[in-house]
């Protein structure tokens, strides 16, 4: 009743969600319509990482594209985010203060603050 069908191929939603962001298109607008802020000069990163509210709340990231001044992020979830974000990324050295400037329930655009 409740055995898995060998014939059946193991599946994980995180990593078929990551597979399905990882083959998609970029485009140079938002689901708005919007286009994205310097979206030109912008490299393709694919790197796991965090945001980090002020108060110490953290959701897992997949950094899509970056730049000096900001980067694309994608959510494994639907995320409410506040105005201002901490986006970490180890594999590719980012820990930078951001502003969220567009967001829509699966992708936010970032642009860095200022080093201090």
């Known amino acids: ?7 059946r191929p193991v599946t994980s939603l ?4 990551i597979r399905r962001l990882a083959t998609a298109p970029a485009s ?4 708005a319509g919007r286009p994205r802020v310097g979206a030109s000069d ?3 990163a694919f790197a796991f990482g965090t945001v980090e509210t002020a108060c110490g709340v953290r959701e897992g ?14 959510f494994t979830r639907a995320l409410e985010l506040p105005s201002r974000v901490l986006l970490v990324a180890p594999g ?10 567009w967001r829509d ?10 080093r201090q």
Do not use: C, H, Q, Y
């Open 92 to 101: 590719i050295g980012l820990r930078r203060w951001a502003e969220v400037v």
């Open 14 to 17: 995180l990593a078929d969600r």
């Open 28 to 31: 140079n607008a938002t689901s």
């Open 61 to 74: 990231v997949v950094v899509r594209d970056v730049n000096t001044s900001g980067a694309r992020i994608d």
């Open 42 to 44: 912008r490299e393709p």
């Open 105 to 114: 329930s699966r992708s936010a655009g970032l642009k860095f603050e200022a």
């Open 1 to 7: 009743m409740f055995r898995r069908d060998p014939n």
